[in-house]
């Protein structure tokens, strides 16, 4: 009977495509580690904890950033002003650190000199927090500004987006006269990205050395985003309406959804992670520079999310598979430094890997 | 008797849940008008798809001109010379009207298309229509009537020799749909073939030389318009028993639990107002484009209303979002399941329980309890569904129509607004489904259900009322309601006559 076929369950037709469908990002992840852990080239020094530890520091700042990508694309969006707003962020966090070193340590004028009251140390101090501080608003001020313009606005979220990668670029290069914005703190505020810091684990024996590794702060920071992020798409109301309106937007508005208030909530979500990205990016450098820094991270981020497994045009999608994603794009760079082969490799390679990271995960047409 | 152009013997079409046409055998002539009218679901458009290479035949043979004939694509019907006038015209608005008739087949001279004889070719079928639109005009400035034209010229083109045209007076006012029946008749005494198929009775009567009726997929009888009225058409179209596929009416309540008062919608609704009981069903018929979709819609907070106003249990409401109307009680069950009722690759739990999230935890939700609830629906239901992590698009019509209802079941609503309960539902199921909304009734719950299936109204509802033109231009009582009454009043055959 015809009604019978039809209504077979997916199960009953097992597959590969189907367990590559739901675990494929974890599999590339643990083939690939597995890879650089037994090709000659790469395997004395991959599985080293410190390069290890390094590739996920590294990849933090773009991990994070990731994490929001993920819920707007799942909702049926994309972000490419993200590499843009983390430059704008990082130089206006940065500014506004100088600005309280500044007025601290002003001797004369409507100020006091605070710095001779609280020491300077402390001053630097109050810089940090404040870098610290304003950035997360910031990035969330941005985000719906992005989300204003999409749903009540009613423009494509590219062109919108391609606005802002083009428009906050302008405003930090504007900022910085097309140099860099420099941090005024002498070594607390590149604490806070530096490996040297964070959750010390306790020492052990490698080889010859004795290691003394910190989780840094961009990693715990990171991993926090990401079991909150994960929570959130699958626990939560805000997580199911994302999923909702991705999957079918008419289906979810006569479901009774906001779907503007969800999209725009995906948006200020994406900003608040470019937000907390941009001050841990800053603070690596102790430095912006207006026309280099967040470049190309939307690209990044978007190759991270669509090898996770979310599905581009949306509906479907998670958090733990962007981490993934986050990682082998990150072991692909530390592979190919480790068996020295030339930096311009690393376009082609990626490209490879996503594109077969895609193939191997898409879905049987329905 | 004139000679055969088509003949169909035998022709079926299975999709999964349903046989859309029966062993069909039907004859029509070279150089006729011929009527195809028959209820919605009647198999029209399957077998108007079957002969213009959209769907291919289960079974049966189709022959034209003598030639056995196998479709496969509509461009295979083009060649042999079938061409189908769809409702929703297939143009391209931003081309021009020579453009677009000779789109695929353009005209070229050394590689380059030459645009100068596809507008004098086009500008020569035009004027054989009658028509004075010039083939250089951007289709998107016409007219629906004259895009309707081009469509047209666009088959004369290709040298169509039968030509399908699909309910196209939905769209046409008087004078427009006048002017198309006389490039018709003028088709029609140049020998091209014309299958016309509406189920608006007046101009079927009128324009056709032959009508055939259809009903459940079946040939029922082809007739010549002086024999038969619009009254018989109309009986010839219904007529069946489906006595006791509908459990018996139970009494209803006094309190009014929704009342509407001439509501407006821009475009649709023209002052349409109504009263639902508590316990009470209430069918709302009318043809397709009569604003009953529309009418529910703007109840339901999904189209602006222009005016008018909505009260729950005397109270009036303001209804400005979709989530205004369900914490009102009320719930929108849509005509269109696939692509607005359900999210067809969520599962069915997350089907189930989307509309009423806000009952499974105040910030993170307590999926065991999203489980149980979906679990105790499909229960009660009798939805059948290997398990509840299944995607929704994996299921029946029927089980799917039964996770739609469980949605807003689970929204504990006091009115419900059922639209198309039962379309695309095998008959095992519409009976559940029947029974279903009965007993949400006798529970209490005050229901309006629109259909076409006018037994079903019958069978089901209190009160029928009729909706045409934006307008309820009349109330039947339920059990003394029949077929030809609802026809006439959808029609507009016959004044109202108020129950």
New interface residues.
């Given amino acids: 009977m015809i009604q019978d076929k039809a209504n077979t369950p997916a199960a009953a037709r097992f597959g590969w495509s189907d367990l590559f469908e739901a675990w494929g990002g974890l599999a590339a992840l643990i083939g690939l580690a597995a890879f650089c852990a037994l090709f000659p080239a790469t395997r004395e020094h991959f599985l080293n904890p410190e390069n290890i530890r390094n590739i996920i520091h590294q990849n933090a700042f773009i991990g994070i950033i990731a994490v929001g990508m993920t819920f707007v694309i799942i909702s049926g969006g994309i972000d490419l002003s993200v590499g843009s707003m983390a430059a704008l962020i990082g130089g206006l966090s940065i500014l506004a650190m100088n600005q309280v070193i500044g007025l601290t340590e002003s001797p004369v004028g409507v100020y006091p000199p605070i710095k001779y009251l609280i020491g300077a140390n402390v001053s630097e101090g109050l810089g940090v927090v404040c870098a610290c501080a304003v950035a997360p608003p910031i990035g969330v001020a941005l985000g719906l500004l992005n989300g204003v313009l999409i749903t009540k606005g009613r423009i494509a979220p590219f062109i919108v987006t391609l606005g802002g990668f083009a428009g906050y670029r302008s405003i930090i290069l504007a900022i910085a006269d097309g140099g860099e914005v420099r941090s005024g703190s002498f070594s607390l505020f590149e604490a806070v990205s530096s490996p040297r810091h964070g959750i010390p684990l306790p020492a052990f024996e490698f080889g010859e050395r004795t290691l003394e590794l910190y989780i840094t702060w961009p990693i715990i920071v990171f991993l926090l985003i990401a079991i909150v992020g994960q929570v959130a798409l699958s626990h939560t109301r805000f997580g199911r309406y994302v999923i909702a309106v991705g999957s079918n937007e008419t289906a979810a508005r006569y479901s009774a959804i906001n779907i503007d208030r969800v999209r725009m909530v995906a948006y200020a979500l994406i900003g608040l992670c470019t937000g907390v990205a941009a001050v841990l990016l800053a603070s690596r450098l102790n430095s912006v520079g207006a026309s280099n820094t967040g470049n190309l991270f939307e690209l990044d981020a978007i190759a991270a999310v669509v090898i996770g497994g979310t599905r581009m045009s949306g509906g479907r999608g998670r958090i733990w598979g962007t981490v993934c994603g986050v990682l082998i794009l990150g072991i692909i760079d530390n592979m190919l430094l480790l068996a020295e082969v030339s930096a311009y490799w690393q376009g082609l390679v990626k490209a490879g890997v996503i594109l077969l990271a895609v193939l191997l995960q898409r879905s049987r047409p329905a | 008797m004139r000679e055969p152009i088509l003949t169909i013997a035998d022709l079926t079409r299975?999709y999964?849940?349903v046989r859309a046409v029966d062993r069909l055998s039907l004859t029509i002539n070279r150089g006729e008008v011929h009527g195809i009218i028959g209820e919605n679901g009647a198999g029209k458009s399957t077998l108007m798809k079957m002969l213009s290479g959209l769907e291919r035949p289960t079974a049966g043979s189709i022959t034209f001109a003598g030639q056995p004939l196998h479709l496969r694509s509509a461009s295979d019907a083009m060649r042999v010379g079938i061409a189908m006038i769809h409702q929703e015209l297939n143009l391209i608005g931003e081309l021009s009207v020579a453009d677009n008739i000779f789109l695929g087949r353009e005209r070229t001279t050394l590689g380059l298309v030459d645009r100068g004889a596809a507008e004098t070719a086009a500008l020569k079928l035009l004027n054989q229509l009658g028509s004075n639109i010039s083939p250089r005009t951007r289709v998107s400035r016409l007219s629906i009537a004259d895009q309707q034209l081009v469509e047209i010229a666009k088959a004369l083109s290709c040298e169509a020799r039968l030509l399908i045209m699909d309910e196209p007076t939905a769209v046409l006012s008087e004078r427009e749909t006048l002017a198309l029946f006389r490039v018709m008749n003028q088709l029609r005494l140049q020998g091209v073939t014309i299958i016309y198929v509406s189920h608006l009775l007046p101009e079927v009567r009128r324009l056709c030389d032959r009508i055939t009726v259809l009903r459940d997929g079946r040939f029922v009888k082809t007739v010549e318009p002086r024999e038969a009225s619009e009254s018989d058409l109309a009986q010839l179209m219904v007529g069946r028993d489906l006595g006791d596929l509908y459990p018996a009416r139970s009494p209803h309540g006094a309190e009014k639990v929704l009342e509407a008062r001439n509501v407006f919608v821009d475009g649709f609704v023209r002052g349409a107002g109504l009263d639902l009981h508590r316990g009470e069903i209430v069918g709302l018929a009318g043809l397709v484009g009569s604003g009953r979709t529309e009418f529910a819609e703007a109840i339901a907070?999904?189209r602006r209303r222009r005016g008018g106003s909505v009260s729950v249990k005397g109270a009036p409401v303001r209804l400005r979002?979709?989530?205004d109307?369900?914490r009102c009680g009320i719930a929108?069950l849509?005509e269109d399941r696939k692509?607005?009722?359900?999210?067809?690759?969520?599962n069915v739990v997350?089907n189930t329980t989307?509309?009423n999230?806000?009952a499974?935890?105040r910030?993170?939700?307590d999926?065991g309890a999203l489980r149980r609830s979906a679990q105790s629906h499909a229960q009660r239901l009798g939805t059948r569904c290997?398990?509840l992590s299944?995607?929704v698009?994996?299921?029946?019509g029927g089980n799917q129509q039964k996770v739609a209802l469980a949605?807003w079941l689970d929204t504990r609503p006091e009115v419900l607004l059922l639209d198309e309960p039962t379309r695309g539902v095998d008959i095992g199921a519409k009976q559940e489904i029947y029974q279903l909304i009965h007993n949400l009734a006798a529970e209490g719950r005050a229901i309006l259900m629109i259909s076409s299936e006018m037994p079903e109204l019958i069978g089901l509802c209190h009160r029928i009322l009729v909706m045409r033109q934006g307008r309820i231009v009349g109330a039947l009582a339920g059990e003394r309601a029949t077929e030809g009454d609802i026809m006439h009043l959808a029609a507009g055959v016959r004044e109202a006559r108020v129950a």
């Fill in positions: 299975d999964p849940a907070g999904l979002r979709p989530i109307a369900v929108y849509s692509t607005r009722g359900l999210h067809l690759d969520l997350e989307l509309a999230l806000r499974y935890g910030y993170l939700l999926r290997g398990r299944q995607r698009s994996s299921l029946s949605k």
